[in-house]
T-cell receptor, first 114, second 111 residues
Framework: DVKVTQSSRYLVKRTGEKVFLECVQD?????MFWYRQDPGLGLRLIYF???????EKGDIPEGYSVSREKKERFSLILESASTNQTSMYLC?????????????FGPGTRLTVL | SQKIEQNSEALNIQEGKTATLTCNYT??????LQWYRQDPGRGPVFLLL?????KEKRKERLKVTFDTTLKQSLFHITASQPADSATYLC??????????FGKGTMLLVSP
């Protein structure tokens, strides 16, 4: 079974802090994704990566950056956290080439910025 | 622009009945469509995929249909149970194997 883990289930940070959200997958997947999910807005793609050191902007990259130094790990960075970044953050991975692009999600990190 | 629509209102049904959820899309010509289940406070979990050349797909009590002319997919749960209560998301593939998700429909099955 694919396992995607996220470093924290709940996180509380202060405005202006630098925040790191870590995601690790154990199935050798090339693709990894970061989403945020807000009531009424659904899942929105922030960044994704299709290979080590490669990254692409999603629909809402402003205020975020990412890092992928190893295949299994994809980090989301909030350079200077703001209250409007309070949200549920979900990481996912997928294996390209299998013809389905099925994504496997982690349990999520609920981030509160005060 | 590409758009996916799911009924935003929760669907309330009684145990044992068939639940039918709808996913409509515009400005897409997807090769396949996926359905996911999400429980409160959890990440989505993949349920089923249906390809454009498949009219119907089944998995246990789940059935998905895909009408590329109507640009619509229907997701059915037969003999529904309270444990089926969750939010169900449809998703379409975009560039770089990304997925665009609908906002989901909440299903509530009462005993």
């Amino acid at each position: 079974d694919v396992k995607v883990t996220q470093s924290s289930r709940y996180l509380v940070k202060r405005t202006g802090e630098k925040v790191f959200l870590e995601c690790v997958q154990d199935m050798d997947h090339e693709n990894m994704f970061w989403y945020r999910q807000d009531p009424g807005l659904g899942l929105r793609l922030i960044y994704f990566s299709y290979d080590v050191k490669m990254k692409e902007k999603g629909d809402i990259p402003e205020g975020y950056s990412v890092s992928r130094e190893k295949k299994e790990r994809f980090s989301l960075i909030l350079e200077s956290a703001s209250t409007n970044q309070t949200s549920m953050y979900l990481c996912a991975s997928s294996l390209p080439g299998e013809g389905t692009d099925t994504q496997y999600f982690g349990p999520g990190t609920r981030l509160t910025v005060l | 622009s590409q758009k996916i629509e799911q009924n935003s209102e929760a669907l309330n049904i009684q145990e044992g009945k068939t639940a039918t959820l709808t996913c409509n899309y515009t400005n897409y010509s997807p090769a396949y469509l996926q359905w996911y289940r999400q429980d409160p406070g959890r990440g989505p979990v993949f349920l089923l995929l249906i390809r454009e050349n498949e009219k119907e797909k089944r998995k246990e009590r789940l059935k998905v249909t895909f009408d590329t002319t109507l640009k619509q997919s229907l997701f059915h749960i037969t003999a529904s149970q309270p444990a089926d209560s969750a939010t169900y998301l449809c998703a379409l593939v975009g560039g770089y194997s990304t997925l665009t998700f609908g906002k989901g429909t909440m299903l509530l099955v009462s005993p």
